[in-house]
């Protein structure tokens, strides 16, 4: 990620499934809403109640975290759009951060708790935008803060938390989406100075998008300035 947004029809190409089936955001607004985007990537939100089901629709490969578990049925579907057979049913641990292959199916809630699942999905096809010069990792830094979940050539499915008070070291990060678990402020030192604090007031249920080339997100340390804990995910990008 991490570079100019492609033409519109870039991006209509790359959903142009086999299937002939739209996207979940598409096909499914009620269940499926966009919290945050980058060039090149959105940060979706999925909640489905008890004995909802959504419509038919596909995906690219996408990495998830599950917020809220429960039971679902998921009917796959083949590449003319056609189901493959019956559902199966798949029990959902909250907490889980599951990496998903590209592929259609409907999803169905059979279940007694409302589901909600965040994901990062792939929205246009860009071209790395090159290494951090000496990159200091926050799971490296600050392990006791940011725990690696799942990750696989394009993504880190990543997690921060830090009780009310706590500070990280100063580290890097490249183009991120985050969304906010828990918390109520967190204070930005950028470049790591420390005599300009930047609070951000944030709440739980919320997307904010993370590029790199806006100096807050590139380089900082943070401290938890609120008056609860903070957990937040994060997808980064390893492009």
Excluded at 98 to 124: A, C, D, S, W, Y
Excluded at 165 to 175: E, S
Excluded at 192 to 214: L, N, Q, R, Y
Aim: a negative charge; charged letters at 25%.
């Amino acid at each position: 990620m991490g570079c100019a947004a492609s033409s519109s029809k870039e991006a209509k190409k790359l959903f142009d499934f086999k299937s002939g089936l739209l996207d979940c955001c598409a096909t499914c607004p009620e269940q499926y809403k966009v919290v945050a985007e980058l060039p090149g990537a959105r940060l979706i939100e999925m909640t489905l109640k008890p004995g909802e089901e959504d419509k038919p629709h596909d995906h690219p490969a996408h990495s998830m975290f599950v917020a809220q578990g429960g039971k679902l049925c998921i009917t796959d579907y083949d590449e003319t759009g056609k189901p493959k057979g019956e559902g199966h049913e798949v029990e959902l641990p909250s907490g889980a951060p599951p990496i998903m292959p590209p592929g259609p199916h409907q999803v169905k809630n059979v279940g007694e708790t409302t589901v909600k699942v965040i994901f990062v999905e792939p929205t246009l096809m860009c071209q790395p935008c090159g290494d951090v010069g000496e990159y200091i990792s926050p799971f490296k830094v600050a392990p006791e803060c940011y725990k690696i979940l799942a990750e696989d050539d394009m993504w880190i499915t990543g997690m921060l938390t830090m009780e009310v008070g706590g500070k990280d070291p100063v580290h890097h990060h490249k183009d991120h989406l985050i969304y906010v678990l828990e918390g109520d402020e967190v204070t930005i030192y950028v470049d790591g100075d420390e005599s300009k604090p930047m609070a951000v007031p944030i709440k739980p249920d919320t997307g904010i998008p993370a590029p790199m080339s806006a100096p807050p997100f590139a380089k900082h340390f943070l401290k938890n300035s609120g008056t609860v804990p903070l957990k937040m995910l994060f997808f980064e990008t390893k492009m």
